[in-house]
Each structure stands twice: as structure tokens, then as C-alpha cells.
């Protein structure tokens, strides 16, 4: 089942504005991660933030995280066209062992206008 | 870094036909292994993940199996595809004692 729902579903910008998507997620974590996938191609990790950890930033990227509302945000700031792509959180929730069971939600489409 | 290859790109089959897809890594050692599957505008769904050579588990219940007979191998098969079983298949690995997931580029599967 989907752990992790993102909001919105799309989202349109004109380059140069910043970009936020959220996730809502239902369980206990131990860390919220996000990816980026461009059509047709497999994914990329970008950022992850522990929970114990209630912001991050990387570059033009900046992650929150409130475990006590299930949520997170990542911030695109100064988009740029080369950024249009689907975007996804993905919870690990796993209890133990070293295999990362990770639980995606369903991504925001993001497109970036010159 | 790790770099995960993964063919065919792309592949037509038909009902009940057999099916084989290839995942190998690079640049690594002993690493976790997964299986997912991505429906058209969705979320990748956890199918199988692998910690060992013939280490294998199963996260959905279906018609697909998976088996790693190397260490940096992973292979996914069906006896008899289902229209079901249409979708973007996507391999991926981690470090032990890594989060982060590195992903192949997909076999795009359309079973007619």
C-alpha cells in the first residue's frame, strides 16, 4: 500500500520560482527520502532527512520533516526548466536488518516553464 | 558510486508467454538488491528485495519470482505473463549501512 502521498499532483512554474511539494505519510519512520525521475528513466536520490532531523537543505533543495503531523516538504528554490520531473518521497519504515524497505508515494509532476 | 544495468529497455510479450529480466551491478560489493514496479503515473511498488546470493523476499504476492544466483545479479521471471504484469520494472541496490537507493534505468514490460 502507498505509505507516502504527495501534494499536488502537478505542478506548473515559470523558471526562476520556487517549487514545494508535500508528503503525508501514515506510520513510524526512521528516515524520509526523495527521488527524482525524469520520464521514462529510473530514479534519482536527492535528499534524505532522518527523523530525528527536522530540516535539511542540499544546494537548491530544502527538506522538512514533522513527525508529530506525518509530513514533509521539499523545496525547489530558483527552478530552472532542467528541473521538470517527477518527484517522490519515499519512507523507510524498515524494523531491522540491513535490506531498506522503502514505501514510495504516488509523486508530483513538476514542470518548469522557460 | 554503483552503476546498475538492466535490459532489455524495452519488451512486447504476450499472454502467458515467459519472461526474464536481468539486473547487474557495478561498483560494488554484496549489496542489497530490489525489485520494484511502477504503474503508469504511479509510485514504485516494493515486489522483492534480496540481502544475499539466494537470499530472496517477497513483499506482494503474484505470478513473479525472483532469484540472484551471483552476487551482483538479480533476475525477475514469470512462467505465464498476465496483462497485469504490464508495467516499468526497476532494479535497485544500496550499500550495507546505507538509506539511499540507486536505481537502473527500467525495462518498460507490455504484455499484450
Known amino acids: 500500500s502507498q505509505q507516502g502521498e504527495e501534494d499536488p499532483q502537478a505542478l506548473s512554474i515559470q523558471e526562476g520560482e520556487n517549487a514545494t511539494m508535500n508528503c503525508s505519510y501514515k506510520?513510524?519512520?526512521?528516515?524520509l527520502q526523495w527521488y527524482r525521475q525524469n520520464s521514462g528513466r529510473g530514479l534519482v536520490h536527492l535528499i534524505l532527512i532522518r527523523s530525528n532531523e527536522r530540516e535539511k537543505h542540499s544546494g537548491r533543495l530544502r527538506v522538512t520533516l514533522d513527525t508529530s503531523k506525518k509530513s514533509s516538504s521539499l523545496l525547489i528554490t530558483a527552478s530552472r526548466a532542467a528541473d521538470t520531473a517527477s518527484y517522490f518521497c519515499?519512507?523507510?519504515?524498515?524494523?531491522?536488518?540491513?535490506?531498506?524497505?522503502?514505501?514510495f508515494g504516488s509523486g508530483t509532476q513538476l514542470t518548469v516553464l522557460p | 558510486s554503483q552503476t546498475i544495468h538492466q535490459w532489455p529497455a524495452t519488451l512486447v510479450q504476450p499472454v502467458g508467454s515467459p519472461l526474464s529480466l536481468e539486473c547487474t551491478v557495478e561498483?560494488?560489493?554484496?549489496?542489497?538488491l530490489y525489485w520494484y514496479r511502477q504503474a503508469a503515473g504511479r509510485g514504485l511498488q516494493l515486489l522483492f528485495y534480496?540481502?544475499?546470493?539466494?537470499?530472496i523476499s517477497s513483499e506482494v504476492p503474484q505470478n513473479l519470482s525472483a532469484s540472484r544466483p551471483q552476487d551482483r545479479q538479480f533476475i525477475l521471471s514469470s512462467k505465464k505473463l498476465l496483462l497485469s504484469d504490464s508495467g516499468f520494472y526497476l532494479c535497485a541496490c544500496n550499500d550495507r549501512g546505507s538509506y539511499e537507493q540507486y536505481f537502473g534505468p527500467g525495462t518498460r514490460l507490455t504484455v499484450t
Open positions: 519515499a519512507t523507510d519504515d524498515s524494523s531491522s536488518g540491513s535490506a531498506r524497505q522503502l514505501t
Open positions: 534480496s540481502v544475499g546470493i539466494g537470499q
Open positions: 506510520t513510524s519512520i526512521n528516515n
Open positions: 561498483g560494488t560489493s554484496n549489496p542489497n
